[in-house]
């Protein structure tokens, strides 16, 4: 699986979720939201090693360039991965069509996927915990 067919698979496990979930947003719209929202965790995450490995003089600041540019990247990656076409459709109704042990590996990769990077956070936050002095 090539990585842009992984990232829609990504977005096709989020899009179920949120169509077996209730919510007042449309599915496609909360896997983006998810998407994005582990996107930012992990460059939060890149920021606070930089911030423990390379220079301990930087502070994590949301209003400077380092910050602004990243996140508008990853917000226009998803847009026009998402929002700009309808080509994730295709992919839903392909990975609908997979075989039932296929998709069970699939999920349980972006369960993976996603405590591997809420852990990966977790330890950052705490690497920063303990350079800051707060336990």
């Known amino acids: 699986m090539n990585i842009k067919k992984a990232y829609y698979y990504l977005f ?4 179920k979720f949120g169509e077996a979930s209730p919510s007042i947003f449309p599915s496609d ?4 939201v998810a998407i994005v929202f582990l996107q930012v965790l992990f460059l939060g995450s890149l920021k606070f090693y930089y911030i423990e490995f390379f220079d301990r003089n930087d502070t994590l600041t ?3 360039l380092q910050t602004l540019i990243p996140l508008a ?3 226009l990656i998803n847009y026009f991965a998402f929002f700009n076409n ?5 992919y839903v109704h392909e990975f609908d069509e997979l075989p039932k042990s296929k998709n069970l590996i699939g999920t349980w990769i972006v369960i ?5 990077s809420i852990g990966n956070v977790v330890l950052a936050v705490h690497i920063m915990g303990e350079i800051t002095g707060i336990n």
Request: charged share 10%.
């Open 86 to 90: 309808e080509n994730w459709k295709a």
């Open 12 to 15: 096709y496990k989020f899009y």
């Open 29 to 32: 719209f909360t896997a983006v």
């Open 62 to 64: 949301f209003a400077s």
């Open 112 to 116: 993976g996927i996603v405590a591997l």
């Open 73 to 75: 990247a990853v917000i």
